[in-house]
């Protein structure tokens, strides 16, 4: 896979913009459903952003964080997903042993 920020140095891993590699595909404008999955991640990041536990800029440079395969293979709730919980990690507001509880218990 290329890595995308070794194209330009000054360039961020999830700036595509004038990335050769994405300028040929094409942009879907449609609007898309929601699935329930991203309205519960929506509305836990609008909680945390209420409870001053997380705010907008976090979770944009925890998204911005993502090394470059997982970016590119998540999608978009997925990576706000990813970013809500490393940033709960890391301000200890939950451990990885709560979440692997949490996560054991959803099956």
């Not at 945390?48 to 976090?58: R, T």
Request: with cysteine; glycine share 6%; net charge negative.
């Amino acid at each position: 896979m290329t890595d995308l920020a070794s194209d330009d140095p000054r360039r961020a891993m999830h700036d595509m913009g004038g990335v050769m590699k994405f300028m040929c595909e094409p942009v879907d404008v449609e609007a898309h459903a929601l699935t329930a999955f991203d309205r519960e991640v929506d509305a836990l990041r609008q909680i945390l952003g209420m409870k001053k536990v997380m705010g907008v800029d976090e979770l944009r440079r925890g998204i911005e964080a993502i090394p470059e395969a997982d970016y590119l293979r998540l999608g978009y709730y997925q990576r706000w997903i990813r970013s809500i919980t490393d940033n709960l990690l890391r301000k200890g507001v939950v451990s990885e042993a709560e979440l692997r509880a949490a996560l054991e218990q959803a099956k």
